[in-house]
Protein backbone atom coordinates (compact mmCIF):
# COMPACT_ATOMS: atom_id res chain seq x y z
CA UNK A 1 0.00 0.00 0.00
CA UNK A 2 0.91 3.41 -0.94
CA UNK A 3 2.03 5.77 1.90
CA UNK A 4 -0.72 8.42 2.85
CA UNK A 5 0.47 11.88 4.26
CA UNK A 6 -1.75 14.38 4.82
CA UNK A 7 -1.36 18.10 5.88
CA UNK A 8 -4.00 19.00 8.63
CA UNK A 9 -5.22 20.97 11.35
CA UNK A 10 -6.28 20.08 14.34
CA UNK A 11 -10.12 21.63 14.10
CA UNK A 12 -10.65 20.84 10.13
CA UNK A 13 -13.96 18.54 9.33
CA UNK A 14 -12.39 18.74 5.97
CA UNK A 15 -9.75 16.64 7.76
CA UNK A 16 -11.90 14.32 10.18
CA UNK A 17 -14.05 13.42 6.74
CA UNK A 18 -10.80 12.51 4.47
CA UNK A 19 -9.37 10.32 6.85
CA UNK A 20 -12.54 8.37 7.65
CA UNK A 21 -12.59 7.47 4.24
CA UNK A 22 -9.08 6.78 3.71
CA UNK A 23 -10.12 4.19 6.91
CA UNK A 24 -12.88 2.56 5.16
CA UNK A 25 -10.30 1.90 2.40
CA UNK A 26 -8.04 -0.07 5.13
CA UNK A 27 -5.49 2.94 5.11
CA UNK A 28 -4.35 1.59 8.66
CA UNK A 29 -1.27 4.45 8.84
CA UNK A 30 -1.55 7.90 7.71
CA UNK A 31 1.22 10.41 8.61
CA UNK A 32 -0.20 13.86 9.61
CA UNK A 33 1.38 16.93 9.30
CA UNK A 34 -0.62 19.41 11.55
CA UNK A 35 0.37 22.73 9.84
CA UNK A 36 -1.49 24.81 12.68
CA UNK A 37 1.54 23.65 15.37
CA UNK A 38 4.41 24.73 12.53
CA UNK A 39 4.16 27.85 10.29
CA UNK A 40 7.23 26.39 8.37
CA UNK A 41 5.31 23.19 7.80
CA UNK A 42 2.14 25.30 6.34
CA UNK A 43 4.74 27.42 4.14
CA UNK A 44 6.10 23.90 3.03
CA UNK A 45 2.21 22.98 1.86
CA UNK A 46 1.84 25.71 -0.13
CA UNK A 47 5.15 25.88 -1.81
CA UNK A 48 4.86 21.93 -2.90
CA UNK A 49 0.77 22.45 -3.59
CA UNK A 50 -0.32 25.83 -4.43
CA UNK A 51 -2.58 25.47 -2.17
CA UNK A 52 -3.17 27.38 1.68
CA UNK A 53 -6.46 24.67 2.93
CA UNK A 54 -6.46 21.49 4.43
CA UNK A 55 -6.48 18.91 4.08
CA UNK A 56 -3.56 18.65 1.31
CA UNK A 57 -3.26 14.79 0.74
CA UNK A 58 -0.50 12.52 -1.10
CA UNK A 59 -1.07 9.24 -2.13
CA UNK A 60 2.32 7.92 -2.38
CA UNK A 61 4.61 10.85 -4.57
CA UNK A 62 0.70 11.82 -6.42
CA UNK A 63 -1.13 14.97 -4.59
CA UNK A 64 -4.31 14.31 -4.54
CA UNK A 65 -5.55 17.73 -2.90
CA UNK A 66 -7.81 18.11 -0.74
CA UNK A 67 -10.86 16.35 0.93
CA UNK A 68 -13.54 17.16 -1.99
CA UNK A 69 -10.85 16.01 -4.32
CA UNK A 70 -10.02 12.53 -2.50
CA UNK A 71 -13.76 11.46 -2.51
CA UNK A 72 -14.18 12.31 -6.45
CA UNK A 73 -11.18 10.17 -6.82
CA UNK A 74 -13.25 7.45 -4.88
CA UNK A 75 -16.19 8.28 -6.83
CA UNK A 76 -13.90 7.35 -10.05
CA UNK A 77 -13.18 4.08 -9.00
CA UNK A 78 -9.47 5.49 -8.68
CA UNK A 79 -8.93 5.49 -5.23
CA UNK A 80 -8.44 2.24 -4.43
CA UNK A 81 -5.54 1.59 -7.41
CA UNK A 82 -3.97 4.51 -5.88
CA UNK A 83 -4.01 3.33 -2.62
CA UNK A 84 -2.43 -0.36 -3.85
CA UNK A 85 -0.03 1.49 -5.84
CA UNK A 86 -0.99 0.53 -9.22
Do not use: W
Not at 12 to 41: H, M, N, S, T
Not at 59 to 64: E, N, Q, R, W
Amino acid sequence: MNKVVMYATAVCPYCVRAEALLRRKGVAEIEKIRIDLDAAQRDHMMEITGRRTVPQIFIGSTHVGGCDDLYALDHAGKLDALLAGE
